[in-house]
């Protein structure tokens, strides 16, 4: 397992090689997770969304219904052509390529309601998923929510799923942020958090 955050160019060679490396359009596992995720949004209305990681947009244009506002993030160029052209009678959403962490958008995210970071926190070592919840939770208003989706199965990454997720939490509760919900799907993880100001004393005995 390397546990260096994996490059910009890895995930830019996976698009050019295979348009859609992790089946998001034809995948009934796939579409079923998102689904659940999208049930796992806060039920508050959610003026701005970040979506990061947001590859070839499968994700970013079902948030369209729930949505006002969408900045998408990734890293690859080619994933963002067509995520582009997927989204593009959305008026609503935008576009920035940008590599994790070290390029977040801090100025386009800022005041955001949602972030969502789906499938990427893996891909990124400790340090650098240490460094991402500090960057998400400065972004949100404290009203807002963070959801995290990890796969649990094998695989070769920096950290696994498990892993990933919990070293995000712990970061997020350094900064007055606590999981909300936490739940397991088949092969995959949702967790979600919101600003400790957000809950009674009782709510929170267990974090």
Not at 100 to 118: E, F, Q, W
Not at 131 to 152: C, D, M, P, R, Y
């Amino acid at each position: 397992m390397r546990k260096e955050t994996w490059t910009a160019d890895v995930f830019e060679n996976l698009f050019q090689q295979d348009p859609d490396p992790w089946n998001f359009e034809s995948s009934p596992y796939e579409h079923k997770k998102l689904q659940r995720v999208l049930q796992c949004l806060p039920c508050s209305p959610i003026a701005f969304a970040v979506e990061l990681g947001c590859a070839i947009g499968v994700g970013t244009l079902a948030l369209t219904q729930r949505c006002q506002r969408i900045l998408a993030v990734d890293a690859s160029e080619t994933a963002l052509t067509k995520a582009r052209q997927r989204c593009q009678e959305y008026a609503q959403v935008s576009f920035i390529k940008a590599f994790l962490p070290s390029a977040y958008p801090v100025v386009a995210a800022a005041g955001c309601d949602l972030i969502l970071i789906s499938e990427i926190l893996y891909f990124l070592s400790q340090t650098d998923i240490q460094e991402l919840a500090f960057q998400t939770t400065t972004s949100l208003k404290t009203t807002g929510h963070i959801l995290i989706v990890n796969w649990t199965g094998e695989t070769d990454t920096p950290c696994t799923g498990d892993e990933a997720a919990n070293c995000f939490i712990q970061a997020c509760l350094a900064h007055g942020w606590v999981p909300d919900l936490s739940e397991r799907g088949e092969g995959y993880r949702i967790d979600r958090l919101s600003h400790l100001s957000n809950h009674d004393e009782n709510d929170v005995s267990f974090f």
